[in-house]
């Protein structure tokens, strides 16, 4: 008898783990009026190429394509190492508009600068916008106006006028109202409210009666107004 020996022989081999970045996809919803600095997502991280490795992120692209110089977000870090980690922020100028863009994608990549043959990771963020209130603006108010002692006839105090962002080529729904006058029964009224492309003028006039005394009578009276568009926003602002 014949006895033939095999000898198998096992090689195990290291296979080392992948460049990951966590999470690789997020959603996030922050507010148009966010201001600079506040956070969009906190913490990206980076695994799987040991502790030798210098992790090292960039904020690859934008869309839609704000353009260079107009990124309304910023990402930052520490030093790269392997605990590095990363934050994306709020950056202003120029900041979120709702009325533009509602939503936003982000890639974030990560490389390992120890090892450039690693290649790169890339997570997804995408930002919802959330509207906020974003009422109409008076255009030349807190500000002054004038009418004559012992004026007989209804004169034009001021005119003011107001735009509303959020319909910026539109000015239509806006409505202006005198909220209250100090001294109160002041004798003003808003005669007309005229609406071109994008501001409302409200004309400021005063009534023929009780009249005026500069002498004997009040000669100064704060008029609070009121502007409101189409969302019911509402502002309010001073004429004296």
């Not at 906190?42 to 799987?48: I, V």
């Not at 004038?146 to 539109?170: C, F, Y």
Request: charged residues 15%; hydrophobic residues 40%.
């Amino acid at each position: 008898m014949i006895l033939v020996a095999i000898l198998f022989v096992l090689r195990l081999t290291c296979i080392e783990a992948a460049l990951t970045i966590s999470p690789t996809g997020h959603t996030v919803a922050i507010s148009e009026a966010s201001v600079d600095g506040d956070t969009v997502y906190n913490g990206y991280s980076a695994s799987g190429q040991g502790t030798g490795a210098l992790y090292y992120y960039t904020l690859e692209s934008i869309s839609p394509n704000p353009g260079v110089g107009n990124e309304p977000f910023v990402l930052v870090q520490g030093l790269a190492s392997d605990t590095n980690t990363a934050d994306v922020l709020v950056q202003l100028p120029p900041g979120l508009d709702f009325e533009t863009t509602q939503q936003w994608q982000l890639d974030v990549i990560v490389t390992d600068l120890a090892d450039p043959s690693a290649g790169t990771a890339t997570a997804v963020l995408t930002v919802d916008i959330n509207d906020s209130p974003d009422p109409p603006t008076f255009l030349n108010l807190p500000g002054t106006g004038t009418v004559p002692e012992l004026v007989t006839t209804s004169e034009i105090v001021k005119r003011v006028t107001v735009s509303d962002d959020e319909n910026p080529a539109d000015a239509s729904g806006i409505t202006i109202t005198i909220l209250s006058m100090n001294p109160a029964g002041g004798p003003f009224l808003i005669d007309s409210v005229v609406s071109t492309a994008g501001e409302a003028v409200a004309t400021i006039k005063n009534t023929v009666n009780p009249g005026f005394d500069y002498e004997f009578g009040t000669t100064t009276w704060d008029i609070t107004l009121e502007a409101t568009d189409v969302n019911n926003d509402m502002r309010m602002n001073q004429l004296s």
